[in-house]
Structure formats: C-alpha cells, structure tokens
C-alpha cells in the first residue's frame, strides 16, 4: 500500500461520523418508502433497472449494453439515465444532433452504439417514463440506467451490481466507505451479479461470496468477468489495432475504478503510461494538448492512445485536434461464468414477454 492511499483510507475512517449521520438518513428514507409514507409508482409496463449500492465502478454501463443486446432483436427498447454532468435540465431525447454535453455521457454512449433505439435523460425518473413512451409510440421495454436508489419508480426487474473485490457486505456508508444505500436494500432486487471477477474463480470462492451475500431464497446470484474487445479507432470503428507485447501505451480514462484495465494493459503490451482523469471529466483543450505532448515523449515507435468507451464520446468533439492521432477505444463486455449466460438470458427475456404485448412469435 502507498502513502497515496493509507493517507486516503485514513482520512476517510475521521469522517466515521459524517458517514453515521449519511447511514442515518438513509435508513430513514428506506423506512419511509417501505411503510408507504413516501410513495412509490408502479407502471404496467416492463422496466428493468440496473444498479448498484455503492458509487461506481461496477460495470453499470455494459450490464445496460449486454440487456440492450439481449433484447433489441425482440422487443422495441429505451433507456434512460440520469444525464450525469450533462449541461441541460429535466427530459432530453437523444437525436441526430445530440452530444455528450447534451445527455451525458454514458447516455451518448448508447446512443452511438445503438443508433435504432430511443435514449433518453431525466433527473427524474418517474418524469422520464411517461415523456419517453410518449415520444416513443410503441415502446417494449425501458431500461433504467443507476436507478436503483431512486425509489420514487417501482422497477419490476431490479439487478444490483456489486464489485467481487468491494462486496457491499464488506462496505460502509459514505464518505468512509463507498455505500450510498444501506445493505438491507439489496433486497429489494430480483438478480444480483457480482462483477468484475477473476475470469478463473473457483467454485469454492464463488460459494463464499454467496454465503457473504446471504441473497433471499427468491434472488438469483450470478458471477461476470470483463471481456475486452479489439480496439477501434475512434473516428473509424473499422481500423482496429490489436494489441501486442510491444506496444507502448497511454491510457487516457476518466472513470471510477480503472484498476482492471491496468491490469489488463500490463498483462497485454510492454509498457503503458497513465494520463488519469476523474470519473466523467470534461475533457478541454488543455487537456488535449496535455495528452499529445505526454504521447510524444514515449520513444516506442509501436505506441498507441487508448482510452475507454465513456470517455470517448467526450473526445470525438474534438476532431481537429486529434484527426493526426492513434487514438483508440477499448470496448469492454460482461461475460457471465459458470456457464450461466442462457440461465440469465431466459430470465430477462421471461421477464419482458410476460408482459401480454410483448410475446414473441
């Protein structure tokens, strides 16, 4: 452990009783909704909500990309998000002309990625909803993007995400721990997925991990591992670079836990240098310029950028200045273990046609 981090942990354990008084008011909340005080809306209608009890890193963004594919091929879909550090307000429908500054950018990252179905932002969920099958006739299903707190909206199908190394068992409220919602709330999910983890976990590790969840006889448990795909340029998803191990990168990221892909990085090329961003940065030509003259003092002749998915839909706005640059994008992937991928398919799928319109012939 380095100074950096015993200097954070430390810092974090003196906030011991903000972090009280946040798990406080948070429980209050909870009982609230749960005794009916505040009220929940339910819709007739089929929405699947992905989230988590802590802040980030858990792999949201692909688990709604795996059900986007999933499910596109049946039923006429929709996702909304919260839009986080977008510059509108309220309800956004995403169309030719959006951008990241728009919807957000993870919303803009479905939204190129699946240009065929209806993204959308809204603060407010339980506003969004009735925008979006407003503007959206004929509307299947909706896809709720980090919603799982916001209890304002009854989700019929609830999946919770909690990191294997940072099960949220073993966390603790905000700002001390990484919680934002109490562990009694995972109860209120149907499928929890526990991500991130080793690609060879043992049977015996994964049965630990369950007996620490301690799920309800009615919850469903599954395990994910990241897969990542072949780089593809930015402005030519067509010119791929496949990495090798003597290739010299610098990964350019602004998301919340990037550990896993240095990881990946240090076990795939020779050397790679780190250009570090907080999760969702704005990216401003400052920021370029840095990147470019960081990128020119590597000597390799076989050297690269690359950056993630989220943050490259808040590159590509700047065309000019990184039109001369190899700069590619690492897509990244849930793949589910234990030969379980069918068993969580059938699921979700079961879930959407039970609905009578939506049926599948």
């Not at 309800?91 to 803009?108: F, R």
Request: proline share 6%.
């Amino acid at each position: 452990m380095n100074f950096n981090t015993l200097f954070l942990k430390s810092f974090r354990v003196l906030l011991l009783p903000i972090a009280i008084l946040y798990g406080l008011v948070i429980y209050l909340r909870n009982r609230l909704y749960d005794k009916e005080y505040l009220k929940s809306a339910s819709f007739n209608f089929p929405i699947i909500c992905v989230g988590n009890l802590a802040v980030g890193g858990t792999g949201k963004s692909p688990m709604v990309e795996y059900l986007i594919r999933l499910l596109k091929p049946h039923y006429k879909l929709g996702t909304l998000s919260r839009g986080y550090k977008r510059k509108t307000r309220d309800y956004v429908l995403a169309n030719a002309y959006t951008t990241a500054i728009d919807i957000g950018d993870e919303p803009m990252q479905f939204h190129k990625k699946f240009p065929d179905i209806a993204v959308a932002s809204c603060e407010e969920r339980i506003v969004g909803i009735p925008h979006l099958l407003q503007d959206v006739p004929g509307l299947q299903a909706i896809i709720l993007d980090d919603a799982f707190q916001h209890r304002m909206v009854r989700a019929g199908l609830n999946i919770l995400l909690t990191e294997c190394n940072n099960l949220y068992p073993h966390d603790f409220f905000l700002p001390t721990g990484d919680l934002r919602d109490e562990w009694s709330s995972a109860r209120r999910a149907q499928v929890i997925i526990v991500t991130k983890c080793p690609y060879d976990l043992s049977a015996e590790a994964k049965q630990k991990i369950i007996r620490s969840l301690n799920p309800a006889a009615t919850q469903k448990v599954f395990f994910t591992t990241i897969e990542y795909g072949t780089p593809y340029h930015i402005f030519n998803a067509g010119d791929e670079w496949l990495l090798t191990p003597r290739d010299e990168v610098l990964l350019v990221c602004g998301i919340a836990n990037p550990k896993p892909l240095k990881e990946y990085l240090h076990e795939k090329t020779h050397t790679y240098y780190q250009q570090d961003y907080s999760d969702h940065h704005i990216f401003s030509i400052d920021d370029l310029n840095d990147i470019r003259r960081r990128f020119d003092e590597i000597p390799a002749r076989d050297k690269l950028i690359l950056t993630t998915e989220k943050d490259a839909v808040r590159l590509v706005k700047f065309t000019e200045q990184l039109a001369s640059l190899p700069l590619y994008v690492l897509p990244i992937r849930h793949y589910f273990l234990f030969d379980e991928t069918e068993q969580f398919n059938e699921l979700v799928l079961r879930f959407v046609q039970n609905f009578p319109f939506n049926n599948i012939t």
